[in-house]
């Protein structure tokens, strides 16, 4: 027994796979849709597999899909999808604590797979009280990473006869992941209240800034925004 | 291969831009010792990001404020599962039946 406990404590690759299972339906079913919007956007299979392997960022390859079948010039598109996508800046930053010690080049690896979900799941695994190793992320991102690139190939190749996904709710897998991926997160927490505070003010700020900014810039203003406020609270209280 | 030059700059531009927000934080902040009012800031940072991103499902579209009933129909049951099984996978099965009957229906 005790061998065994041993055995679920240590840095490893399967691991990391088979935390990555529960999340494995949101990626293909985002994916798929994925794959299918950039067919009827006028991508061809090649493109869209290029896309997934290379940018591999949900909500940025349905972004990039609709600016080209409206089309928008190229450097609006990229510049468009830096700022979707710089809220990894964030989890980046948080995430890079627990990997202290291992060469940059190892967390190069790492940064570049780190999505919304990966993310979710490495910190509800290290607010649950485990520890996160290379080996372990690794099987998690890769997993992820095959996943979605197999999704948006075939939603790729089946698009002509499903050209409306977002009928079968597919769509809503994204939601349903985050909403369990905070639940998690909050569950974990030992003053509840705090991060309870911190998401309904990021929930506020959103909206807020939804009258300001892009939707993709609140996102990133809202969570500055109520780390700070959570970090504040938690100082006040502390003393 | 049928990839055309201007949509092989766009996906090379937006990885590239992708990549880096991605990969510096990392590379950068795990090589130093960070102060402690920065790690406490950080910690709060996977609720931030995650109720931002629940808040601009359910409340965002096309970057305007709007109550996006279907979603919020869906969104309470499947906030109800996570909360009781504490099931990624389940939550997410739920989620998709939800708005699967949901629009099935409206």
Redesign the interface.
Known sequence: MELNHQAIQKDSFIQGVKDCVPTLLGYLSIGFAAGVVGKTSGMSVSEIALMSALLYAGSGQFITAGMIAASSPISAIIFTIFFINLRHLLLSAAIAPHFKGISSWKNLVIGSQLTDESFGVAMNHVSSGKNIGYRWMLGLNMTAYLNWLLATIAGGLLGKWIPHPEVYGLDFALPAMFIGLLVLQLHSSKKLWVPMIVALSSVLIVIGASYIFTGSMGVIIAAILSSTIGAVIQKWTSD | ????L??????????L???I???????????IQ?PN?L??????????????????????TE???AFNQL?WL??LP??AV??IT????G?????????????WLF
Do not use: K, Y
Not at chain 2, 86 to 89: D, F, G
């Open positions: 291969m049928d990839i055309r201007n949509i092989l700059i766009i996906i090379m531009g937006s990885a831009v992708t990549l927000p991605r990969v510096l934080p990392l590379v950068v902040l795990s090589r960070l009012g790690i406490r800031w950080l910690q709060h940072i996977p609720v931030a990001v995650m109720a931002a991103l629940i808040a601009q499902e359910l409340f965002i970057g305007r404020f979603e869906a969104a499947t906030l996570a909360i504490r099931s990624l996978l939550t997410v099965i739920v989620g998709l039946v939800c708005m699967m009957l949901l629009r």
